[in-house]
């Protein structure tokens, strides 16, 4: 049961990314501040490869599969943090 969530939470990481990297490529913001765009895709990428895809090689290997949910979960929980302390830092 653990592999199933786990390889459905990492689908949904990967899903989330996409979605992510869409609207900050397809932002259409000023010129001035493209690279904070492309800094935070950046910075999203990293995130996701360094939680998403262990949980996947964990889970297809067969191995610790506590650690490949908890990877599969560190994702959206790191992104949410990560968007809530830019929110609080804005004027």
């Known amino acids: 049961m653990k592999r ?6 990492c689908a949904l ?3 989330a990314w996409a979605l992510i990297a ?3 490529l397809a932002s259409g913001s000023d010129p001035a501040t493209r690279g904070l765009d492309t ?24 191995r610790f599969p506590d650690a490949a949910l908890a ?3 560190a994702f959206p929980a790191v992104f949410l943090l990560l ?4 929110v609080a830092s804005l004027p």
Do not use: C
Not at 4 to 9: E, N, P, Q, V
Not at 39 to 62: E, K, N, S, Y
Not at 83 to 86: F, G, I, K, P
């Open 71 to 73: 990877f599969a979960l």
């Open 39 to 62: 800094a935070a895709l950046a910075a999203v990428t990293a995130l996701l490869a360094l939680t998403a895809l262990p949980a996947f090689l964990l889970v297809r290997a067969g």
């Open 22 to 24: 869409i609207l900050l």
């Open 13 to 15: 990481d990967l899903a």
């Open 83 to 86: 968007l809530a302390l830019v």
């Open 4 to 9: 199933r969530a786990t390889l459905i939470l």
